[in-house]
């Protein structure tokens, strides 16, 4: 079973917009990560959080844990086409080593 | 350095057959993990070698096995083919550390007629 759960599934919004996804885990986490796939394509590591940390930046990525909760966001500022694509969150769980849990993914549409 | 490389990047297959998956890590990471990715069953963790050393393994049946060479590259083996097998197959590298950032190849697409 799957130990992530994306909401909203899809999200559609038009460029310069924000875009927020949410994730909720199950298990502790060591850390938890964020992914971008386009089309069907490999995966694109877009940030880690670590379960001590509470928020991390990156461009115009932001994501926030709250381990209390078991959830995480990620919000995109100042969308662009570009953005389109799905979005997976994945948790280490406490499966060990290297083994992510995914959720399901948000599908997110940007329109210029 | 290169990324993480997958061949082939595209596969068809009968039932029953069998097929083998490659993958080479980025250079200097030992740890590789794969993945199946299914509309239905999103994107589920079949098993995770470092160096030649199957370390987890995901709720998949014997069919699907595989192992790791000397030089960290990957192979995964699906025996006895099934429609259902039809999939995004990833692989993704790490460094030595446990439970760093993994880093995905452009998988392989397998279609199982």
């Known amino acids: 079973s799957q130990q992530g759960e994306e909401d909203p599934q899809a999200l559609s919004i038009q460029e310069g917009e924000n875009a927020t996804m949410n994730c909720s885990y199950k298990?502790?986490?060591?850390?938890l990560q964020w992914y971008r796939q386009n089309s069907g394509r490999g995966l694109v590591h877009l940030i880690l959080i670590r379960s001590n940390e509470r928020e991390k930046h990156s461009g115009r990525l932001r994501v926030t844990l709250d381990t209390s909760k078991k959830s995480s966001s990620l919000l995109i500022t100042a969308s662009r086409a570009a953005d389109t694509a799905s979005y997976f969150c994945?948790?280490?769980?406490?499966?060990?080593?290297?083994?992510?849990?995914f959720g399901a993914g948000t599908r997110l549409a940007v329109h210029p | 350095k290169a990324g993480v490389t997958q061949t082939p990047r595209y596969l068809i297959k009968t039932r029953g057959q069998q097929v083998t998956l490659s993958c080479s890590p980025i250079?200097?990471?030992?740890?590789v993990s794969w993945y199946q990715q299914t509309p239905g069953q999103g994107l589920q963790f079949l098993f995770e070698?470092?160096?030649?050393?199957?370390?987890n393994k995901g709720n998949f049946p014997g069919r699907f096995s595989g192992r790791q060479f000397s030089n960290s590259r990957s192979e995964m083996n699906v025996s006895t083919l099934e429609l259902g097998d039809s999939a995004l197959y990833l692989c993704?590298?790490?460094?030595?550390?446990?439970?760093?950032?993994?880093?995905f190849g452009p998988g392989t697409r397998l279609t199982v007629l």
């Open positions: 994945a948790t280490d769980g406490t499966g060990g080593y290297n083994k992510l849990i």
């Open positions: 070698y470092f160096s030649e050393t199957q370390r």
């Open positions: 298990t502790s986490i060591n850390n």
């Open positions: 250079s200097g990471h030992r740890s």
């Open positions: 993704a590298s790490s460094p030595d550390r446990q439970r760093d950032t993994q880093y």
